[in-house]
């Protein structure tokens, strides 16, 4: 069984910021991608940002310039440093990863429990 587990939402004020911690546990071979996304009250789910194994990144527009994501392949762990945080970016923030567990000989697909942002104004 493969879990994620984030830690490090929290509220904060507007132009703050916060850093996420994703780190996966369990019986894993290895794990290709890893990203956050997030979802707002009456919104649908949104990629915030991505990593893959070997470093290559990829950020939602809104983000760009004021988020980092960042992985420790040696921990599991990926991270995501949010700076100059606005009220837009208040969401429930989960971490997603595609694992190839030990047991399996295919890759599958893992959400964290979800954090909350909260950036007051």
């Known amino acids: 069984q493969v879990q994620l587990v984030e830690s490090g939402g929290g509220l904060v004020q507007a132009g703050g910021s916060l850093s996420l911690s994703c780190a996966a546990s369990?019986?894993?071979?290895?794990?290709?991608?890893m990203g956050w996304y997030r979802q707002a009250p009456g919104k649908q789910r949104e990629l915030v940002a991505s990593?893959?194994?070997?470093?290559?990144?990829n950020y939602a527009t809104s983000v760009k310039g004021r988020f980092t994501i960042s992985r420790d392949n040696a921990k599991n762990t990926v991270y995501l440093q949010m700076n100059s945080l606005k009220p837009e970016d208040t969401a429930v923030y989960y971490c997603n990863a595609e694992v190839l567990p030990t047991a399996i000989l295919r890759s599958l697909v893992y959400w964290g429990q979800g954090t909350q942002v909260t950036v007051s104004s």
């Open positions: 369990g019986s894993i071979s290895s794990i290709n991608y």
């Open positions: 990593i893959t194994r070997s470093g290559s990144t």
